[in-house]
């Protein structure tokens, strides 16, 4: 505790580099749950794979399989998402009354959802063997992962330096009310310790159920703001203290 009083009084900078490192611990930390969940579904894949293929186009039509129906369930854990079915014995599929799912015609590929349907025609020549995608599927959730660390981590860089920087507001002025007139910068450094501190408390009750918004982090944060100025205000009414910082 002493060593995060002396930080917040003396330290240098704003602490930016230390919410840059939670930043990316967090994106990591969902990179990681993606590329986790997608190992997790290299077997559904896997497995749609092995009853959909092969399929090879030509002209922006199928050719193989030939005048074929296929049909069958998503399936995760045992249980249904939603109807994949491919038909070749037409060019188009009436969508109207079908259920959320994907369909495949001769020309076209179908994404039925609730209230939108998506269509996909095949414009380029394609060959879709029967084999192993394993390896394949793995590769993709490992880009996927990539991707979502990346991107997660320059747009939570910029939403927690804004909440970082709202709560310093709100700090300064609970400082000039506890009659005690503090800087922006240590602001700063003290509010991107306990918006850490916050945070990583507010994320284990989350592992227990208990989710909570960023309205319950800012106001867990300014209440930790509290905790610390109330102290640094003890210290600085020593004789021997500065009484601003």
Same mark, same amino acid.
């Given at each position: 505790?002493?060593?995060?009083?002396?930080y917040?009084?003396?330290?240098?900078?704003c602490?930016?580099?230390?919410?840059?490192?939670f930043?990316?611990?967090?994106?990591?930390?969902?990179?990681?749950?993606?590329?986790?969940?997608?190992?997790?579904?290299?077997p559904?894949?896997?497995?749609?794979?092995?009853?959909?293929?092969?399929?090879?186009?030509?002209?922006?039509?199928?050719?193989?399989p030939?005048?074929?129906?296929?049909?069958?369930?998503?399936e995760?854990?045992?249980?249904?998402?939603?109807?994949?079915?491919?038909d070749?014995?037409?060019?188009?599929?009436?969508?109207s009354?079908?259920?959320?799912?994907?369909?495949?015609?001769?020309?076209s590929?179908?994404?039925?959802?609730?209230?939108?349907t998506?269509?996909?025609?095949?414009?380029?020549?394609?060959?879709?063997?029967?084999?192993?995608?394993?390896? !394949? %599927?793995?590769?993709?959730a490992?880009? &996927?992962?990539? @991707? #979502? +660390?990346?991107?997660?981590?320059?747009?939570?860089a *910029?939403?927690?330096l804004?909440?970082?920087?709202?709560?310093?507001?709100?700090?300064?002025?609970?400082?000039?009310?506890?009659?005690?007139?503090?800087?922006?910068?240590?602001?700063?450094?003290?509010?991107?310790?306990?918006?850490?501190?916050?945070?990583?408390?507010?994320?284990?009750?989350? !592992? %227990?159920g208990?989710?909570?918004?960023? &309205?319950?982090? @800012? #106001? +867990?944060?300014?209440?930790?703001?509290?905790?610390? *100025?109330?102290?640094i205000?003890?210290?600085?009414?020593?004789?021997?203290?500065?009484?601003?910082?």
């Amino acid at each position: 505790m002493k060593k995060l009083l002396n930080y917040v009084k003396s330290g240098k900078g704003c602490g930016i580099m230390w919410l840059l490192v939670f930043t990316l611990f967090v994106s990591a930390f969902m990179g990681v749950g993606v590329k986790i969940l997608g190992n997790e579904f290299v077997p559904t894949l896997q497995n749609v794979a092995d009853k959909l293929l092969p399929i090879k186009t030509e002209n922006g039509v199928i050719v193989e399989p030939e005048n074929t129906v296929k049909s069958f369930a998503l399936e995760v854990n045992g249980q249904a998402l939603f109807p994949i079915v491919l038909d070749t014995t037409v060019d188009t599929i009436d969508t109207s009354g079908l259920q959320p799912g994907i369909y495949i015609s001769k020309k076209s590929l179908y994404a039925v959802g609730q209230s939108e349907t998506r269509v996909l025609n095949f414009s380029q020549n394609m060959d879709l063997p029967s084999g192993d995608y394993a390896d !394949l %599927f793995k590769k993709f959730a490992t880009y &996927t992962a990539l @991707i #979502v +660390a990346g991107t997660m981590f320059f747009v939570m860089a *910029i939403v927690y330096l804004l909440i970082v920087a709202f709560c310093a507001l709100c700090s300064q002025l609970l400082t000039k009310m506890m009659k005690n007139t503090w800087t922006f910068a240590p602001l700063m450094r003290l509010n991107t310790m306990t918006f850490i501190a916050s945070s990583l408390v507010l994320f284990v009750v989350a !592992l %227990f159920g208990y989710n909570s918004s960023f &309205t319950v982090t @800012i #106001v +867990a944060t300014l209440l930790l703001d509290y905790i610390v *100025i109330k102290s640094i205000n003890a210290e600085s009414a020593k004789p021997d203290s500065k009484n601003k910082i």
